[in-house]
């Protein structure tokens, strides 16, 4: 069961049980280095559960799930984040009180401890950095802004760029155009090809407009399990999916 | 010197800000008040620890501890139990049955010095245990609840419950505690009579510096980084989390800080009171703290200052001529300022300053305006709120 591989993660025979329901129900998925999946499934598939059990948010029952063959099951939430697991939240998860830049700042990741927090130097490094990302992220004239004043797609980019600033290997994103415009629909859609050179992403999303634009390949959830998985298209075309999913 | 100026004095607003607090404790008390009032703002400004503590913890933290008097208490009586095995030299005490132990005991038939009183014969472990006991037990609790992740109601009671048990113990343990009626009688520190007029100016200016001291203290903790993730804390844990941060570490850590800030606090007040005793331990001060600190404003480590002074001006006052009411009154001071002044004192001042101030130089109708702004106060966004105040602090 534990083998060891070349993918960026590898999910074998996962199960989570909440009082006897199983929400996730022996799962089995790979994702490659360099790698965009979107997973797709209808409500209550399981999908954000899968990422909840990936960055440590919720437990495993059983199964295991291997990041560049490290087993990730019995980390803690901060160990995997800085083992390179990056996830971004259904509703954009900013801090409102800070500017974009101290959003930014904070996720930079030097100083995470208590002591080295307190002698964190804003070097011209970090700044640089920090500029750096927020160009990426179209944000490189709000710096300054206090991040409750952005529109909803610009604070989903900024977590988008939160999750940037530490170089994740894996790049979790939980429907990540959610409240966007068409416009920015296409910003982000590039910035995801962008941004998958050179790690793997994983996203959820619903928009099968967006899906076919981003998607390497796409993963169908159901009850839990694995429906179908492919390209687009093929899955598009797969009777099982039209019936549970798509046909609706 | 930037390095002074930006991350300890906070910037030009800060300094002047610490400039007029330093200014009227340092000079302009001890030369207006005789020496009773002196006295008595002292003991006010030990309690001001406890609020500016409470800045740290609960205004940016956001960990509402209602028993910060546990620390306030410990560090106050490791103090009284030095001070008074000083008071208690075999000379004094010939009278008693065991000469050389404190009254108390030997009221009630202890005949030789319990094993955890002996240290404290010793001066410096006694500033020392001051210092870390309080924060050992703040480690331990920190880390019990936080590990957890026991936050918000749950942990105020739990904190609480925990200075409940305390004062109880305390009180029950007569024998080696004093039990209600505390340790007193206490005279000298080190052969230097701490009744007398001039150690008490001495010990006002010790208390005062130390006050401004862990201002600047928590100044620089506020603008770390450590600051800004307290606050982002506060807002997302969870972000913080998954960006790779052990929040518990965090929380532990502030927590063991306003554990110490508050028992030099306590020290300093049996110092300055000449006794200590479980009424400064329990629920009922721990909660007039945070009332101080709400008043003054929970973002601002000056503010807390000015609110523990003027609560505490206004208790003497008033429970003077209305002793009855004074409660019913303070109650509704801190459900009134939480639900209109969520920043305090201290938010009201940043709202309004930098306007007035706009107004007397430009002149003209600033009068109707500021009028206009009063009234349509309410409806501001808390957020932008919040941020104002954040970086005033």
Known sequence: MSSETDFTLAIEDLTVSFDGFKAV???????????????????????????????????????????KNHELTNLSEHQIVRAGVGRKFQTPSIYENLSVFENLEISYPKGRG????????????????IR?????????????????????????????????????ELLMLDEPVAGMSVREREQTADLLNRICQGRSVLV???????????????????????????????VQNDPKVIEVYLGH | ?????????????????????????????????????????????????????????????????????????????????????????????????????????DWNQITELPWFWVPFESFGFTLLAILTIPALFAFIIGFAMF????????????????????????????GYTGGINGITDLRTLNGWDIRDDSSKYILY????????GCVLVGRYVLTSKFGRLLLAMRDKEDRVRFSGYDVSNFKIFVFCLAAMMSAIGGAMFTLQVGFMSPSFVGIVPSIEMVIFAAVGGRMSLIGAIYGTLLVNYGKTVFSESFPEVWLFLMGGLFIAVVMFFPNGLAGIYEKYSKRLFSCLRNGGDCGRRV????????????????RRTGEAA
């Open chain 2, 147 to 174: 590990k957890r992740r026991v936050s918000g109601v749950y942990f105020a009671i739990i904190t609480q419950a925990i200075a409940l048990i305390l004062t109880v113990l305390i009180v029950g343990q007569q």
């Open chain 2, 205 to 212: 200016f010790i208390n005062a510096f130390l006050l401004l």
């Open chain 1, 114 to 129: 208590v002591f080295g927090s307190l002698a964190f130097e804003r070097t011209a490094e970090v700044e640089a950095r």
């Open chain 1, 204 to 234: 959820i999303e619903h928009d099968m407009e967006f899906v076919a634009r981003i998607a390497h390949k796409v993963t169908v959830l159901h009850q839990g399990m694995i429906l179908a998985e492919g390209s687009m298209d093929k």
């Open chain 1, 25 to 67: 129900n022996g799962l089995s998925m790979y994702i490659d280095r360099n790698e965009l999946r979107v997973v797709i499934g209808p409500n209550g598939a399981g999908k954000t559960t899968v990422l909840d059990l990936i960055c440590g948010k919720t437990k495993a029952t059983s199964g295991s799930i291997k990041f």
């Open chain 1, 132 to 168: 750096e990302v927020a160009a990426d992220i179209f944000l490189e004239d709000s710096l300054e802004m206090e991040a409750a004043l952005l529109s909803h797609g610009q604070k989903q980019w900024l977590e988008i760029g939160m999750l940037l600033i530490q170089d994740p």
């Open chain 2, 1 to 105: 010197m930037t390095f002074f100026y930006d991350k300890l004095l906070g910037g030009k607003q800060g300094a002047i800000g610490l400039a007029i607090i330093a200014l009227l404790i340092l000079v302009v008390f001890p030369l207006t008040l005789d020496l009773f009032r002196l006295n008595l703002v002292g003991k006010y400004l030990t309690y001001a620890f406890v609020a500016v503590s409470l800045v740290l913890l609960w205004g940016y933290g956001g960990i509402l501890s209602l028993g910060q008097g546990i620390f306030f208490g410990l560090g106050g009586y490791g103090m009284a139990m030095f001070l008074k095995l000083e008071a208690s030299d075999p000379e004094s005490t010939k009278i008693q049955s065991t000469p050389g132990i404190p009254d108390f005991m």
């Open chain 2, 371 to 386: 009028t206009a702004r009063i009234l349509s106060f309410r409806t501001k966004s808390r957020a932008t709120d919040d």
